[in-house]
């Protein structure tokens, strides 16, 4: 069934390696500092990258070769000290150890400690993002967007401005670290304070002047604005006054163009957007709306950032959101190149398939499980367990809730709804044969992506389809970080766990990052009220 998969695979692998042999180098040092920052106008203390919220934007080419230095110089103990990084989106194909995840791919690096990511993105171009991956820690702030940009990009015709100014990062902010706030196990979910756009936000209980930001555009130019979600929980619905948008991207894949006035991002997701400066100059409102009941106001620069054309007045916008225009439906989105999901275009077509169902415990802890296992971090990463020599995945800790995939092999993954839980596959991205909202299954031409909203309601059953040529252990997980993967809402995915060892060129740098942690952890505290690492 997957011979011609394999063939394909190894047509792309060969293409990958031709372009990698032209690939750059980009070099960057992450310095993981505690900053006293106000993106709202309130004061406190952050967990950033470099000193600025949100981090710095991180760009190069497709196939370009990455060594980014992670730099530990955490101080404050009120949040996590340690640390680590993860790339959203990139496949991390021969480098799993890279990926960054603490206790499934790595150890965290401790204070006064660095540690260099090198990687590269054979094939991989579109919009992507680095985040902390412990615990919760990319709440306090540790987050930024990653582009890879592509000289021979398909969609290039239709933009004239792609750059960092185009790039439109989304984030909650809560004034509270998150240690105090998660984990929040069987209460109520914490509410954040404000809504930010590229790092600046109002809220209803803070000064009404505080800055926003501004998205400057010419008339008559057109924009491909990169929206990214860091989102630690909420989605939002994003909308820009008086102008439509033309999809082109989703989670790093080109799109067949979509024209909408509305579209849902949920936490971990991006979109490129192309949209026409086609109106009068003047200032217009970019709304973020979250789907969070009681910080839903749209109005004052709450949720909100400024388009600002050039000619017009330094001033907010009056401007009103556009009126019954198109909403996003998830299942219009179809890949521009190489459309169709693995396997056999009829129910069941595929070598292995699960079904994957998550629960909560709403009378105990409020801890959540999939199929009756919560997660609960080992005090060894999968990996190095791998590495050590446990080569079984049914002895992989932790137990329960790691997975074993066959190499070259097409897998389908079912996941039943209830709550509309955005869940990211780390390694890959997925064909969506079943979309929320939806029981029609399109293996024709659906949506690629590898993040995954599996829907609000008891008739979902949000399916995916993904081939396993990309040995190692991956995260798959819900991106409510705060909430529902810190309460154990996850899994390992261990694939072909006999060939991990001859993919995992893992370095001297790598081996000793659990040694230093255990030696100099600098987080006891939180692990002992928690119960857990992750």
Known sequence: MHSSTLLSSLAILSLSFSRQALAAVVRHDLNIVNAQLAPD????????????????????????????NVIDNLTDATMRRATSVHWHGLFQAGTNEMDGPAWVNQCPIVPDQSFLYNFSTPGQSGTYWYHSHLSTQYCDGLRGPLVLYDPNDP????????????????????????????????????????????????????????????????????????????????????????????IIETDGVETVPLTVDLLTIFPAQRYSVVVTADQPVDNYWIRAVPGVAGVTKNT??????????????????????????????????????????????????????????????????GRHWVNNVTFQPPSVPVLLQILSGT???????????????????????????????PMHLHGHNFDVVRVAGSQHYNYANPVRRDTVNIGGTTTDNVTFRFVTNNSG?????????????????????????????????????WDALCPNYAKADPDTQFEATAGEFI
């Open 41 to 68: 106008g309130f004061t406190r203390s952050t967990v950033v990258a470099n000193g600025t919220f949100p981090g710095p934007l991180i760009s190069g080419n497709i196939g370009d070769n990455f060594q980014i």
């Open 155 to 246: 969609h290039k015709d239709l933009y004239d401005v792609d750059d960092e100014t185009t790039v439109i990062t989304l984030a909650d902010w809560y004034h509270s670290v998150a240690p105090s706030l998660f984990p929040n196990l069987g209460n109520v979910d914490p509410i954040p304070n404000t809504t930010t756009i590229n790092g600046l936000g109002r809220n209803t209980n803070g000064p009404s002047d505080a800055p926003l930001s501004i998205v400057n555009v010419t008339a008559g130019q057109r924009y491909r604005f990169r929206i990214v979600s860091t989102s630690c929980s909420p989605a939002y619905n994003f909308s820009i006054d008086g102008h439509n948008m033309t």
């Open 300 to 365: 004052d620069g709450i949720n909100a950032a400024i388009l600002r054309y050039s000619g017009a007045s330094d001033a907010e916008p009056i401007s009103s959101q556009t009126p019954g225009g198109i909403v996003l439906n998830e299942a219009n989105l179809a890949p521009l190149v190489n459309p169709g999901a693995p396997g056999e275009h009829v129910a069941g077509g595929v070598d292995y398939a699960l079904n994957l169902v998550i629960g909560r415990n709403l009378t105990g802890d």
């Open 391 to 421: 080569t079984d995945p049914t002895q992989l800790l932790p137990n329960g809730s790691v997975y074993p995939l066959p190499a070259n092999s097409t897998i389908e993954v079912s996941m039943p709804g209830g709550f509309p839980h």
């Open 473 to 509: 252990p991956w995260f798959l997980h819900c991106h409510i970080d705060d909430f529902f993967l810190h309460s154990g809402l996850a899994i390992v995915f261990s694939e072909n766990t006999p060939g991990i060892q001859c993919v995992s060129d893992h370095t001297a740098a």
